[in-house]
Nanobody
Framework: QVQLVESGGGSVQAGGSLRLSCTASGNTYNSTYMGWFRQAPGKQREGVAVIRVSPGITYYSDSVKGRFTIAQDNTENTVYLQMNSLKPEDTAIYYC???????????????????WGQGTQVTVSS
């Protein structure tokens, strides 16, 4: 069983930056994909960025491509989401997720993920 704990959310003005962290504990060697998802009020949860743990392939939604970067630190069992040029529409609760599936054709779909963190709020003001 893997446990995920997110940190790093907060409030920032448009154009600013935040970095989210997700630290995994437990049977971390079972995690093949780890990613970040978000849910804004009244909207469905959407995939933002995912990393295939080995060999480190990354996937991004079109809405964040070029602004957000997902990275991993295997020594710390941590996945980061660096968010730059933030926009008010990025406001949401951000969740970290992990799965042990060997292959996912659509990594940004939340249905593939079985382990979730508690979420961290990101608020971007205009």
């Amino acid at each position: 069983q893997v446990q995920l704990v997110e940190s790093g959310g907060g409030s920032v003005q448009a154009g600013g930056s935040l970095r989210l962290s997700c630290t995994a504990s437990g049977n971390t060697y079972n995690s093949t994909y780890m990613g970040w998802f978000r849910q804004a009020p009244g909207k469905q949860r959407e995939g933002v960025a995912v990393i295939r743990v080995s060999p480190g392939i990354t996937y991004y939604s079109d809405s964040v491509k070029g602004r957000f970067t997902i990275a991993q630190d295997n020594t710390e069992n941590t996945v980061y989401l660096q968010m730059n040029s933030l926009k008010p529409e990025d406001t949401a609760i951000y969740y970290c997720a992990a799965t042990g599936r060997s292959w996912i054709f659509t990594p940004l779909r939340d249905a593939h993920y079985s382990t979730w963190g508690q979420g961290t709020q990101v608020t971007v003001s205009s």
